[in-house]
């Protein structure tokens, strides 16, 4: 679980180091969904539409190294 934290941590900080928000859903599936926003504030995962939605930590770490790459 401790890696599962860290890699979650960073995650919200590379994102919020290229402007964007993170917002997650756990639907009690066993799959969190992670929602990119462009937005330095805080918004609500059922907010409005996003950027991108992931499904898990590793798609989530995967796009987000590609939005970075890309900007």
Same mark, same amino acid.
């Given at each position: 679980?401790? &890696?599962?934290?860290?890699?979650?941590?960073?995650? &919200? @900080?590379?994102?919020?180091? #290229? =402007? /964007?928000?993170? #917002?997650?859903?756990?639907? %009690?599936?066993?799959?969190?969904? $992670?929602?990119?926003?462009?937005?330095?504030?805080?918004?609500? $995962?059922?907010?409005?539409? %996003? /950027? $991108?939605?992931?499904? %898990? /930590? /590793?798609?989530?770490?995967?796009?987000?190294? =590609? $939005? @970075?790459? =890309?900007?």
């Amino acid at each position: 679980m401790v &890696m599962v934290t860290s890699r979650k941590a960073r995650l &919200m @900080r590379l994102a919020k180091e #290229a =402007g /964007l928000h993170v #917002a997650t859903y756990s639907p %009690g599936d066993g799959v969190t969904r $992670y929602r990119f926003f462009k937005s330095k504030k805080p918004v609500s $995962y059922f907010q409005q539409t %996003g /950027l $991108y939605t992931a499904l %898990g /930590l /590793l798609e989530a770490e995967a796009w987000l190294s =590609g $939005y @970075r790459r =890309g900007r």
